[in-house]
């Protein structure tokens, strides 16, 4: 009793921090700098041919020996699975991974958009969109994804949400045995350090090598909260405990104050395990299938532009996202037959994969306030960083997250809004973004010094896009058709959350602060605040929110949309499993991090289940 009582109070004293010097803020100031000017030449890669220099397709591969298990892709899902395999000391691992390692410049929070125009990011564009994206190029947005060990975690918002009860609880009812909210509850918990003076451990987890922590500075959030109770919202201490529906502090993965990742939760700290082998911008190209016995026994992959083959004992696990796993499948021969065929691709098993694509759409408004915070000295805010603390250990001023169920009919939320404030910081951060002149201008407005904004995300869509390669040649990007709004009543859905925002009319009072939405000057053909002018603001301004998953939908076989089992194996194919966001079979009610990082504990465990290996909590 007496040592539960201690690890309740301090859950946080699993680690400790750095210490700060004049040379580590010299050094970070000159890093920033130097990676901003960068960043301002960068030219985003169209495809993959860097990979491919001095060397052809007919190149006859280099063997790169024989291993347990491979795993492709050391981002969220990725580094659970390979670490926790590793924990076995008889199997060796292999893990893939296209970017290099994680460094200080990935763990600066705040400036997470300048990793976009970086090779951190893979450079996708979404093919052009027949009902969203109009605000962006030739209707393309950009489809950030992390290329870095941490994978998009690496790159990410940091925001932690589990999603809902009542998520898993579909995913088991669709007959995902093993993938109930009870199921994995279990998991949720052994994968987290949560840090606060208020945990309730009948959800949340300690001790975990994942860190989750509140936002510093903890900023006095009562008047956000006060509004939101007199628009009939409720206040919820912890929105990853037992009930999600509310307003509540926003929870990010940040330990420290820097980015918490699978990178630093999971890859680092098994990288001195004899059996653990990360070999960096390794570029998979196709998995090895034996055509007779449909067995996988290992990939091709390309390095310092040449070719190599490394081969599996036992298992090989693609874990390179919801755009990257489906890309890879099809370029070995799994997938839907007249996708094969229009490429010249032998079939080797016929699957819908990529057929099913889900994300999250996002729109975002921005108000004037008529308060200005000072900005603060870019030299006093890295000091901060240095302890943990301050605005660059955030990325914007993110405050709250809310969770609605708009009809009132479930706990199940269908939609989410992101409260973010002004910020003090002296420096503005590029990104990677694509707006036509018309929408940039309205951007170039914003200032962050008075300037608040709400994010609003549909947590279940009903626009469904799909993952299409572009040729049989992995120098190619994927077509990543999000299908945004394919389903009309999602863009109406949006239009009546526009009465979220006034959240904002009330605000005025408590605050005593005067706010003034940034008008759509874009859509001044429409009369303001018209159904026509909101519509139009939507269909400029929303964006895919990375949170793409289903590409490789897990469920029974019969599911005319399911490429894998419950237990992640391709249907038809041995020794190949799929682990991460794309398996998902339904959208989450929350951002997909949590839940990759879950799917990799879960997967680790099918596999040392299938072993015999006695699993641990
Ligand atoms: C800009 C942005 C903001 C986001 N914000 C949030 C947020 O605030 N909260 C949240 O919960 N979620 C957020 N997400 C989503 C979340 O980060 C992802 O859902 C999650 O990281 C996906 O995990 P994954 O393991 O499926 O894939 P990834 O993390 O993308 O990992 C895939 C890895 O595989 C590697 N790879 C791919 N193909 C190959 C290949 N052929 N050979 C070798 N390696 C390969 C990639 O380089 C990458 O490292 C955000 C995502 C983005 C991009
Ligand atoms: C970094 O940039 C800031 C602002 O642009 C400037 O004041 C500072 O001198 C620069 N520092 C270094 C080390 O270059
Ligand atoms: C392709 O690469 C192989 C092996 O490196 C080489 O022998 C061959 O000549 C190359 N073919 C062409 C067309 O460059
Ligand atoms: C990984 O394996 C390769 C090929 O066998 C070897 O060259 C490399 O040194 C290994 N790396 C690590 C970190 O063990
Ligand atoms: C939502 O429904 C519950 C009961 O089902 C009711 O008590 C509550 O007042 C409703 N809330 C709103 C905002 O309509
Ligand atoms: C902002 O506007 C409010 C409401 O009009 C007013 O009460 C307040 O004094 C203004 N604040 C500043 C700093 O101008
Ligand atoms: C709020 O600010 C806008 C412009 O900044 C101004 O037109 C308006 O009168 C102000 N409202 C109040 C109540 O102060
Ligand atoms: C989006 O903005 C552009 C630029 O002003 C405008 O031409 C277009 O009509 C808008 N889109 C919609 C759907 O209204």
Not at 164 to 176: C, H, I, P, T, V
Not at 205 to 222: H, R, T, W
Not at 255 to 264: D, L, Q, V
Request: charged share 25%; proline share 5%; glycine share 6%.
């Amino acid at each position: 009793m007496f040592i539960l009582l201690f690890l309740i109070i301090s859950p946080h004293l699993v680690y400790s921090c750095d210490e700060v010097t004049k040379n580590k803020i010299d050094f970070l100031e000159a890093l920033i700098n130097d990676s901003i000017e960068k960043s301002k030449d960068y030219k985003v890669r169209t495809d993959n041919s860097n990979f491919f220099v001095n060397t052809n397709d007919s190149a006859i591969p280099i063997e790169y020996g024989t291993f347990d298990f491979i795993v492709v892709g050391a981002g969220s899902s990725g580094s659970v699975v390979s670490s926790r395999l590793s924990e076995v000391e008889k199997w060796d691992i292999l893990l893939l991974e296209a970017g290099d390692l994680n460094d200080d410049l990935t763990e600066i929070p705040y400036l997470y958009e300048l990793l976009q125009l970086s090779e951190r990011n893979w450079g996708y564009f979404t093919t052009p969109q027949k009902n969203g994206c109009f605000g962006r190029k030739n209707r393309q947005c950009p489809y950030h994804r992390g290329k870095v060990v941490g994978g998009s975690g690496s790159i990410n918002g940091l925001g932690f949400t589990r999603g809902n009860r009542g998520d898993y609880d579909k995913w088991a009812s669709l007959g995902n045995l093993g993938w109930s909210y009870d199921d994995l509850l279990p998991y949720f918990k052994k994968m987290e350090n949560f840090e606060s003076d208020n945990i309730d451990l009948r959800y949340r987890g300690f001790g975990g090598p994942l860190n989750v922590a509140y936002k510093e500075p903890k900023q006095d959030i009562s008047d956000i909260v006060y509004c939101a109770l007199k628009r009939g919202k409720r206040y919820t201490e912890d929105y990853n405990a037992k009930d999600q529906l509310g307003i509540s502090r926003y929870q990010r993965n940040i330990r420290c104050g820097k980015r918490e990742s699978g990178a630093t939760a999971y890859v680092r700290p098994s990288m001195t395990r004899h059996n653990f082998n990360l070999t960096l911008e390794a570029f998979v190209t196709k998995i090895v299938i034996d055509q007779t016995t449909k067995t996988a026994n290992g990939v091709e992959f390309m390095k310092n532009g040449k070719k190599y083959k490394a081969s599996s004992r036992r298992e090989v696990i693609i874990s390179g996202g919801a755009v990257n796993s489906p890309q890879l499948l099809m370029l070995s021969g799994i997938g839907p037959a007249d996708e094969l065929r229009k490429h010249n691709i032998p079939i080797i098993q016929e699957l819908p994969v990529g057929q099913y694509l889900k994300d999250h759409p996002a729109f975002r408004i921005e108000y004037r306030s008529n308060q200005t915070v000072p900005k603060q000295s870019f030299r006093q805010l890295l000091e901060k960083f240095v302890q943990g603390k301050g605005m660059l250990t955030n990325l914007e001023n993110t405050l709250t997250y809310t969770f609605v169920n708009t009809k009132n009919t479930s706990t199940v939320p269908d939609l989410e809004c992101i409260f973010i404030a002004s910020n003090p910081v002296p420096i503005k951060i590029p990104s990677l973004t694509n707006y036509i002149p018309e929408v940039e201008n309205y951007y170039k407005n914003v200032n962050q010094q008075t300037d608040y904004s709400i994010v609003v995300l549909l947590l279940h869509p009903q626009s469904v896009g799909s993952l299409k390669l572009k040729s049989k040649d992995p120098r190619d990007f994927p077509l990543i058709d999000v299908g945004i709004f394919s389903a009309p009543e999602d863009l109406e859905m949006f239009y009546k959350a526009t009465k979220f925002f006034e959240l904002f009319e009330e605000l005025k009072y408590p605050q005593r602060m005067n706010f003034t939405m940034l008008t759509f000057d874009f859509c001044n053909e429409f009369k303001k605040n018209s159904k026509e002018y909101w519509y139009c603001a939507i269909q400029n301004i929303s964006y895919s929110a990375y949170h793409i998953s289903s590409t490789v939908k897990m469920g029974q076989r019969q599911d005319p949309h399911a490429v894998v089992d419950n237990r992640l194996k391709v249907y038809g194919i041995e020794k190949l499993r799929v682990a991460d966001c794309s398996i998902m079979p339904t959208t989450i009610s929350g951002h997909t991090n949590a839940a990759c990082f879950v799917i990799g504990e879960r997967a680790a465990d099918w596999i040392k289940l299938d072993y015999g290996i006695p699993i641990l909590f």
